[in-house]
């Protein structure tokens, strides 16, 4: 489970990034959560909890999971899904939309900023 936020500016990459607003929270990985150039993850969320998340769909967004990896990525799909995740079995009468992000670039934060002497 983890909470997806989006910088606020428009597709920015910022370092340090300046607001980060949640969009969906929370999110359920599908399998192992892998953050990396490149790849591609698959998550479950109640429709609820998608937020500003639906307004993202095929739009290039900085993000960050859980206050941590920061990347480059775009929603290349969500839509409604039956959940098959165990933390949702209690709520799978509730509307569910599964998506996936697709990493362009994570950004490393600590090797970009500058010391100000």
């Given at each position: 489970?983890?909470?997806?936020?989006i910088?606020?500016?428009?597709?920015?990459?910022?370092?340090?990034?300046?607001?980060?607003?949640?969009c969906?929270?929370p999110?359920?990985?599908k399998g192992?959560?892998?953050i990396?150039?490149?790849?591609?993850?698959?998550?479950?969320?109640?429709?609820?909890?998608?937020?500003?998340?639906?307004?993202?769909?095929n739009r290039?967004?900085?993000?960050?999971l859980?206050?941590?990896?920061?990347?480059?990525?775009?929603?290349?799909?969500?839509?409604?899904c039956?959940s098959e995740?165990?933390?949702?079995?209690?709520m799978?009468s509730?509307?569910?939309?599964?998506?996936?992000?697709?990493v362009i670039?994570?950004?490393n934060l600590?090797?970009?900023?500058?010391?100000?002497?």
């Amino acid at each position: 489970m983890s909470v997806l936020s989006i910088l606020q500016e428009d597709g920015e990459v910022s370092s340090p990034p300046s607001v980060l607003i949640v969009c969906a929270n929370p999110i359920y990985p599908k399998g192992k959560l892998t953050i990396a150039d490149g790849v591609e993850f698959a998550f479950e969320v109640l429709e609820v909890d998608a937020g500003r998340l639906k307004f993202l769909l095929n739009r290039k967004r900085q993000y960050s999971l859980d206050s941590g990896p920061h990347f480059l990525g775009e929603l290349k799909w969500l839509e409604p899904c039956d959940s098959e995740d165990l933390a949702l079995s209690l709520m799978r009468s509730k509307a569910t939309l599964c998506g996936v992000i697709a990493v362009i670039k994570v950004i490393n934060l600590a090797a970009s900023s500058q010391t100000v002497q």
